[in-house]
T-cell receptor, first 116, second 112 residues
């Protein structure tokens, strides 16, 4: 049973370009969470999605960031017109039920974005 | 997202010693407190968790102590080993948040 799969593992973009990060949850998991990790800052919640629905995007910056989890295919975190401050590790996590009920998230290995 | 405060930021312990990491929270609506372990280049993974109706939970060398009145909980790693060197995150579940609210992490180094 494969774990949470994220790709790319490493991504380099120049300022102003777009970054697309993909996440395939564990089999049977329909709840996906995205977190951003900066050094010394821990894991910051960004967005919580279920299939085809954004449930909570309270942690997403208002501009340039968007997320989706289509009926078919992986969840995608999209960052438009990247800036150096977007450089971070982005982690996707999945759960068979809402995390507030289970208390456990299964994390992927992350996508490390570097903006030049 | 509500805050969970974690300390220390980094910790160095000799092999065989006890590693202690502390966390504190404000929101009394949190109802589950997991700890995650993260190795370099990997994603966090659940290590051990506790509910607030229990004061202590032990799994092998890892123990969570929970003080509900003080709104504090801590992770103890007994007989610490070099393989325990990792970053540890405490977290809290509930309180109206959809996901987990994480502390900032503790970078633990166990010296041989």
């Amino acid at each position: 049973n494969a774990g949470v799969m994220q790709n790319p593992r490493h991504l380099v973009r120049r300022r102003g370009q777009e970054a697309r990060l993909r996440c395939s949850p564990m089999k049977g998991h329909s709840h996906v969470y995205w977190y951003r990790q900066l050094p010394e800052e821990g894991l910051k919640f960004m967005v919580y999605l279920q299939k085809e629905n954004i449930i909570d995007e309270s942690g997403m910056p208002k501009e340039r960031f968007s997320a989706e989890f289509p009926k078919e295919g992986p969840s995608i975190l999209r960052i438009q017109q990247v800036v150096r401050g977007d450089s971070a590790a982005y982690f996707c996590a999945s759960s068979p039920r809402q995390a507030s009920n289970t208390g456990e998230l299964f994390f992927g290995e992350g996508s490390r974005l570097t903006v030049l | 997202q509500q805050q969970v405060k974690q300390s220390p930021q980094s910790l160095i312990v000799q092999k065989g010693g006890i590693s202690i990491i502390n966390c504190a929270y404000e929101n009394t609506a949190f109802d589950y407190f997991p700890w995650y372990q993260q190795f370099p280049g990997k994603g966090p993974a659940l290590l051990i968790a506790i509910r607030p109706d229990v004061s202590e939970k032990k799994e092998g060398r890892f123990t969570i102590s929970f003080n509900k009145s003080a709104k504090q909980f801590s992770l103890h790693i007994m007989d610490s080993q070099p393989g325990d060197s990792a970053t540890y995150f405490c977290a809290a579940v509930g309180g109206g948040a959809d996901g987990l609210t994480f502390g900032k992490g503790t970078h633990l180094i166990i010296q041989p």
